[in-house]
C-alpha cells in the first residue's frame, strides 16, 4: 500500500460513511447543477424518474457499505438500483401492481456479478412496509413520493393511501403519519432524504406552493433535525417555457430540493 493509499484508508475508517476527506468536500456543495435531469418514463407516463447519478451520490454521502436503505415510494426502483450497487441492502415498497412490476423487472435486470447488495420489495402501501421493519434498521430513507394532486380526484382504492390522489391537507396529514413511521424505523444518526419539487396551484390561487417546506416540517415533528436542503438544478438541462406571458411573470422551476432530515 502506497502512502497515500494507507492515509486513504485510515480516513475511510474514521468516517461513518467510508469517505475520504477529499470525496466528503467534493461532495459537499450546495447546489448541484452537474448531473442529468430527472425523465419522464416511457412505461409510467406521468412520472419523473431521477437519474442513478442521484441516487449514487446520495447513498454514498449518508451511509456505508453494508447499511440498509429504504424507499417507501420506489417508482421504477432507482433507488434500489443504486443501493444494490453501492453493496447496500434495500428495501422498497411500491403500491401500485404495474409500476411494482416494472420496478422489479428493471431491479432485476440490473443485477451483475459485480454487486454485493441485496434487497426486497414489498407490493404494498408504504404505510404497511414500515411495519414489516425492524425498528432502528434503517441508515436511510431515500425516496420521492408522488406529487400532491391539485385537482380533486376519486380514490381508486379506498383501502389504499395513493399519495398523488389526495388532496394537499390531507396529503400532509398522510406525510405526518408516515414520518413518525419512518422516524422509528430509522436508526439514531441515520438520514431521511426526500427529493421533491415545490409547484404552482394556479387555479386554486395559490401561484406558490412550498412543498419541501412543508415536508420538512413534517418530519420536524416527527423527531427528525432538519439537517440540511440541497438544490438540485437542472436548468441547463432544460429548455424554458415563457410562464404567464404577457400578463404575469413567473419563474420556470427546474429545480427539485433534497431535504435531508437525521435522527
Ligand atoms: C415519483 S414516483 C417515484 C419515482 C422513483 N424515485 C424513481 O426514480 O423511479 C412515486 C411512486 O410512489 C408510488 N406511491 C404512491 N402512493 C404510495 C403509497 N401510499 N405507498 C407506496 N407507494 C406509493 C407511486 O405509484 C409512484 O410509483
Redesign the pocket.
Known amino acids: 500500500m502506497t502512502k497515500k493509499e494507507e492515509k486513504n484508508k485510515e480516513q475511510r475508517d474514521l468516517t461513518f460513511n467510508g469517505m475520504t476527506a477529499t470525496e466528503w468536500a467534493h461532495h459537499s456543495r450546495s447546489v448541484w447543477k452537474d448531473l442529468p435531469s430527472?425523465k419522464e418514463?416511457s412505461k409510467?407516463p406521468n412520472?419523473?424518474?431521477?437519474p442513478l447519478e442521484l441516487?449514487d451520490r446520495l447513498i454514498s454521502m449518508y451511509s456505508k457499505e453494508g447499511d440498509v436503505v429504504f424507499?417507501?415510494?420506489?417508482?421504477?426502483?432507482?433507488?434500489i438500483i443504486s443501493a444494490i450497487r453501492n453493496n447496500r441492502f434495500c428495501y422498497g415498497?411500491?403500491?401500485?401492481k404495474k409500476?411494482f412490476d416494472i420496478?422489479k423487472f428493471n431491479v432485476e435486470n440490473s443485477i451483475n456479478l459485480l454487486v454485493n447488495g441485496d434487497y426486497e420489495l414489498m407490493n404494498?402501501?408504504?404505510?404497511l412496509?414500515t411495519e414489516r421493519i425492524e425498528d432502528e434498521t434503517i441508515q436511510l430513507i431515500i425516496?420521492?413520493?408522488?406529487?400532491p394532486s391539485i385537482s380533486k380526484r376519486k380514490k381508486k382504492d379506498e383501502n389504499?393511501?395513493?399519495?398523488?390522489d389526495d388532496k394537499y391537507e390531507e396529503y400532509l396529514k398522510?406525510i405526518e403519519d408516515?414520518m413518525r413511521r419512518l422516524y422509528r424505523i430509522t436508526k439514531k444518526g441515520g438520514y431521511a432524504v426526500f427529493?421533491v419539487e415545490d409547484y404552482r396551484d394556479i387555479k386554486n390561487n395559490k401561484p406558490y406552493v412550498e412543498f419541501h417546506a412543508d415536508i420538512a416540517k413534517k418530519g420536524i415533528k416527527a423527531g427528525y433535525l432538519y439537517q440540511d436542503v440541497i438544490i438540485y438544478d437542472h436548468n441547463d438541462q432544460r429548455g424554458l417555457l415563457l410562464q404567464g406571458y404577457p400578463k404575469i411573470f413567473y419563474a420556470n422551476l427546474n429545480h427539485k430540493y433534497i431535504v435531508v432530515l437525521r435522527k
Do not use: C, Q, R
Request: aromatic share 10%.
Open positions: 430527472p418514463y409510467i412520472m419523473d424518474v431521477l441516487l424507499d417507501p415510494f420506489m417508482g421504477a426502483g432507482t433507488t415498497s411500491e403500491i401500485h409500476v420496478a404494498m402501501d408504504a404505510f412496509a425516496t420521492s413520493p408522488s406529487k389504499s393511501l395513493d399519495f398523488g398522510n408516515l427529493i
